[in-house]
Every structure is written in C-alpha cells, then in structure tokens.
Nanobody, 111 residues
Framework: QVQLLESGGGLVQPGGSLRLSCAAS?????MGWYRQAPGKERELVAT???????NYADSMKGRFTISRDNAKNTVYLQMNSLKPEDTAVYVC????????WGQGTQVTVSS
C-alpha cells in the first residue's frame, strides 16, 4: 500500500503562487497531480516519471511546473499566475501496478 501525504494548499489571491508537495511512502515511478473543482470531474494537472519526463494539461502549461526529488520520494507542483478557475482540490496520484491517491489539498484562488 502506497501512502501519499500532500501539503501546501491554501488561500491565495489571483496572480499569486503556491507550491504543493506530495511525499510517497515508497519509491514509485510515475506520480502526478490531478484536481477536482466543485461540480466537475477530476482532471489531469501534470505527471512526471522517475526519469523526469513530464506531461501537462494544456491549460496548465507555462503556469505550473511539476518536479520531483527521487531521494525523498516527493513530487512538487509549483503553481504561478493562479486564477480563480484554478480553485479545486488538488490530489496527488502514484501510478504503478495500481493507482494510489492522496487525500487532496484545497487550493482556493480568491481576492
């Protein structure tokens, strides 16, 4: 069983930045972030492999950056130029033979 511990969410003003962290209990190749806004389906934000290959949703490119520290089994999501429509629960995922999800962290972008 893989455990994922997320941190870094909160309230930020439009145009601001946040950095999310997700620490996994074991080493796992592919990790990433999804998000779910109220009344909407969960959507991809970004994923990253152990070798550093990244994949972003088109709407996140240029504003969000995913990275990881393999020594710490931790993946990060740097979010810049945040918009109110980025408000959602951001959920960390680990993708091995099974898919594991964290509990999620709330990001609210509001003035």
């Amino acid at each position: 069983q893989v455990q994922l511990l997320e941190s870094g969410g909160g309230l930020v003003q439009p145009g601001g930045s946040l950095r999310l962290s997700c620490a996994a209990s074991i080493s796992i190749n592919a990790m990433g972030w999804y998000r779910q806004a109220p009344g909407k389906e969960r959507e991809l934000v970004a994923t990253i492999t152990g070798g550093g290959r990244t994949n972003y949703a088109d709407s996140m490119k240029g504003r969000f950056t995913i990275s990881r520290d393999n020594a710490k089994n931790t993946v990060y999501l740097q979010m810049n130029s945040l918009k109110p429509e980025d408000t959602a629960v951001y959920v960390c995922g680990a993708f091995g033979t099974k898919v594991y999800w964290g509990q999620g962290t709330q990001v609210t972008v509001s003035s």
